[in-house]
Structures are given as structure tokens and as C-alpha cells.
Nanobody
Framework: VQLQASGGGLVQAGGSLRLSCAAS????????RGWFRQAPEKERELVAA????????YYADSVKGRFTISREYAENTVNLQMNSLKPEDTAVYYC????????????WGQGTLVTVSS
């Protein structure tokens, strides 16, 4: 079972990026999915999460109104659309299968670097 993240890169402030996280293996399909990020010398933090059904979402205050998380069930993929990016969004972003509410991770994908230049 694997989570494969993609879509990171370099963008100017105010720009947009779309991250994707594809899961292989049915075992993860029943979990909520989340995107975490870790900036240099900072702790990893939850940015956004979406329930297994897709009916509930969570966003950190710092990204509300700018980021949108969504699921594509046919492809077992979770996307994170990031708009109006700020330099403080610069971090390594990780996707994860999580328990809804506690955000306890059950599986991690590899990180993808997002760099926002000012």
C-alpha cells in the first residue's frame, strides 16, 4: 500500500499549484485523507483533510479560503488546489491516510516540495 504525492514546485506569490496524492491498495480507501506540511525548523502541521465520504472537510485557519481539498474516487486520488499562495506556504507537503477527527496518520506518502517566492 502506497501513497504517491505529486505536483509540487516553484511558484511566485499569488500563484497556484495543485497537489495530487494517489493511493494504491484498497486498504486505504476507507480512511480520511489529509495533507500536512513541514517548513524548515517547524513542526509538521495538518493543512487540510477530507473524510472518506468526501462530505466533510477540514482546513487550517492559515489556508481557509485559499486551499481546496477534493477526492476522486475512481482514481483513489486526493487533490489539494492551492491558490493565492504566500511565501509562508513554502514547505514540504505530505499526504496521509488519517483517522477523521484525531488526524492520527495511518500511512504517509513521500513529501513534495512547494516553494513560493516573494
Amino acid at each position: 500500500v502506497q501513497l504517491q504525492a505529486s505536483g509540487g514546485g516553484l511558484v511566485q506569490a499569488g500563484g497556484s499549484l495543485r497537489l495530487s496524492c494517489a493511493a494504491s491498495g484498497r486498504r486505504l480507501s476507507s480512511y480520511a485523507r489529509g495533507w500536512f506540511r513541514q517548513a524548515p525548523e517547524k513542526e509538521r502541521e495538518l493543512v487540510a483533510a477530507i473524510s472518506w465520504s468526501g462530505g466533510s472537510t477540514y482546513y487550517a485557519d492559515s489556508v481557509k479560503g485559499r486551499f481546496t481539498i477534493s477526492r476522486e474516487y475512481a482514481e483513489n486520488t486526493v487533490n489539494l488546489q492551492m491558490n493565492s499562495l504566500k511565501p509562508e506556504d513554502t514547505a514540504v507537503y505530505y499526504c496521509a491516510a488519517v483517522m477523521w477527527g484525531s488526524w492520527s496518520p495511518r500511512a504517509w506518502g513521500q513529501g513534495t516540495l512547494v516553494t513560493v517566492s516573494s
